[in-house]
């Protein structure tokens, strides 16, 4: 019992230091695409509500103005997003369906 509180404490403590990391970099490389993408696909109620948190934290910091860069798997680079809408758009296509 003591190890699963340990491990739900430290996912709880990454996934603030992920939200946090989003927010004041906007950064979502190759990596962190990989594991969204992941957890989109695993197509269950809480590793999609995931994703759309991570949406939510990318959108949030596009409405204050600041740059995102996002990882484009069909050009495999990263483009830099400056617009909600440019970013939504890249919602859509990569991650269709979620309700951000």
């Known amino acids: 019992m003591a190890a699963d509180q340990r491990s739900m404490d430290e996912a709880r ?3 603030a230091e992920l939200d946090a990391a989003l927010q004041s970099n906007g950064v979502v490389d190759r990596s ?3 594991r969204l993408m992941d957890a989109y696909r695993y197509d ?5 509500g995931w994703v759309d948190a991570k949406m939510r934290v990318l959108l949030d910091r596009g409405r204050q103005g600041k740059e995102l860069s996002l990882f484009t798997p069909t050009q495999r680079e990263q483009k830099l997003v400056r617009s909600e809408l440019e970013l939504r758009s890249w919602i859509d296509e990569n991650f269709p369906g979620l309700s951000v």
Do not use: D, I
């Open 13 to 15: 403590k990454w996934n």
């Open 32 to 34: 962190l695409y990989l």
């Open 44 to 48: 269950a109620a809480s590793s999609v």
